[in-house]
């Protein structure tokens, strides 16, 4: 079996060429019969896989920006069509609806796989001199006992008595998720803003009426 290899140039080209042979429907095309989904997973390669698939689909498709935005939700499942329902609106074209993908479930790279120099100012590659390096770089700039004036952690050992304890009410509850900042990825529950404010809300308005 041969294999070809192609530049991402001539790759393009390809698709424009298929796009435009003869035979090929003239009329917009749609994600009706795309398999490709995508259920919120903050994976930076499972999002890449995602995009790069529908995005070559519509182009071989011939499909518009306007049906692209219309049938993106056809793709999208669980968590990720929740967001979507929350974000649409901030997506005026087929690029912005893939960053907007990208900013709320491609995660950054950790901090042991960014470059990190030595005191030497050498790179390190190793992910344990990487770690290292930064437990010495934030020893040195964040030591509160170096702190003008002094500072020592049995300063709080009274502290929780002057902190308000009483548990919050439904509406300081309900006030707090109405101000969870939106198209941001969600925790480590796997659950985006968006479903607290369209869920979590109503079932606390109800119970208050």
């Known amino acids: 079996m041969t294999t070809?290899?192609?530049?991402?140039d001539q790759f393009n080209e390809l698709l424009r060429t298929v796009a435009a042979s003869p035979g090929t429907n003239n009329s917009s095309g749609s994600f009706s019969k795309c398999t490709a989904r995508f259920s919120g997973k903050r994976c930076h390669n499972t999002v890449e896989t995602f995009i790069t698939t529908v995005s070559i689909y519509k182009e071989i498709e011939k499909i518009s920006e306007a049906d692209a935005l219309k049938g993106l939700p056809l793709l999208l499942t669980d968590n990720a069509a929740v967001w979507w329902q929350g974000v649409q609106n901030e997506a005026k074209t087929w690029n912005d609806a893939t960053q907007?993908?990208?900013t709320a479930f491609s995660p950054s790279k950790p901090a042991h796989q960014l470059y990190s120099r030595d005191t030497n100012g050498e790179i390190l590659h190793d992910k344990n001199l990487v770690l290292n390096r930064w437990v010495q770089h934030f020893s040195e700039h964040l030591n509160i006992n170096d702190i003008e004036g002094g500072y020592h952690i049995g300063n709080q050992q009274n502290l929780h008595h002057q902190l308000h304890s009483e548990?919050?009410?439904?509406?300081?509850?309900?006030?707090?998720?109405?101000?969870?900042?939106?198209?941001?990825?969600?925790g480590i529950d796997d659950i985006c803003s968006e479903m607290f404010k369209k869920v979590v809300i109503y079932f606390l308005q109800q119970s208050i009426n």
Not at 4 to 8: D, Q, R, W
């Open 4 to 8: 070809i290899t192609m530049s991402a």
């Open 167 to 186: 548990d919050p009410t439904r509406e300081e509850v309900s006030n707090a998720i109405l101000k969870l900042r939106e198209n941001k990825a969600p």
């Open 100 to 102: 907007l993908l990208r």
